[in-house]
């Protein structure tokens, strides 16, 4: 075989000079490319991360967030008359000069029906009390008389509260050394009473002269045994106007 017929069998077996290699050669780059583009766009980079999340982050922070209305708080007298708002009332009484009110000292609350009116809404509140620890009978029956005023002024002032009936009871000892829990003292105002007082003047005067407190009563006991002691006192054991 001639050289010339040698490289002439040559060219023809370069593969690379045919068109057709360079065709599939051309497709198979072209989807190479597409495969690559696709991979970059569905996973996208770690900066690209960082700045999604960052611009995320501040679209959080300029979002204002929801204004949530305050929860209104109902206050006396404007509540619903029930044991738990009277109790709630009587606490926010603060003065020395009274039994003031927590669970030693409150034994319990009764709300009733006021018979005596045609309202019927009409109620008889019913604060019973243990005064705690008091000098002698006359110390306690002062401090009855004194609490009667503060906290009629309070409650009131609730359109529903037509009478108080405060009871204050101790342990009473008899002749044969026998204890029994009684009631020491009862002092009934009604709403008649209770809005003819000036309670600036009234409070000032109950503490020197504390008959005047049962005096005006609608209606009031003294327990015998309590009553003995008083000092200071000329009214009767029970009475009312």
Do not use: C
Not at 76 to 102: C, G, H, M, T, Y
Not at 140 to 169: C, T
């Amino acid at each position: 075989m001639s050289q010339e017929d040698q490289k002439e069998k040559e060219q023809k077996n370069q593969v690379w000079k045919k068109w057709w290699f360079w065709a599939i050669v051309a497709v198979i780059a072209i989807a190479w490319i597409v495969d690559f583009a696709n991979n970059d766009e569905s996973q996208p980079t770690a900066t690209n991360q960082q700045e999604e999340q960052g611009q995320e982050q501040v679209e959080e922070e300029q979002q204002e967030p929801e204004q949530q209305e305050p929860e209104q708080q109902v206050a006396w007298p404007d509540v619903e008359l029930n044991e738990e708002s009277v109790k709630e009332a009587l606490k926010s009484v603060n003065d020395a000069a009274v039994v003031q009110i927590d669970d030693d000292t409150l034994k319990k609350i009764e709300i009733v029906d006021n018979a005596g009116t045609q309202d019927q809404q009409d109620k008889i509140v019913n604060v019973y009390v243990d005064p705690g620890i008091v000098w002698d009978e006359t110390d306690y029956a002062r401090k009855m008389a004194n609490s009667i005023v503060a906290y009629s002024e309070l409650l009131f002032q609730h359109p529903d509260v037509s009478m108080l009936r405060l009871w204050g009871s101790t342990t009473f000892v008899d002749q044969y050394g026998n204890e029994k829990e009684e009631t020491a003292v009862r002092i009934e105002w009604d709403r008649e009473t209770a809005e003819k007082v000036n309670y600036s003047n009234f409070k000032n005067i109950v503490i020197t002269d504390y008959g005047r407190a049962y005096e005006i009563a609608s209606n009031y006991y003294i327990h015998p045994g309590l009553y003995k002691n008083l000092k200071e006192f000329e009214l009767p054991a029970q009475g009312g106007k």
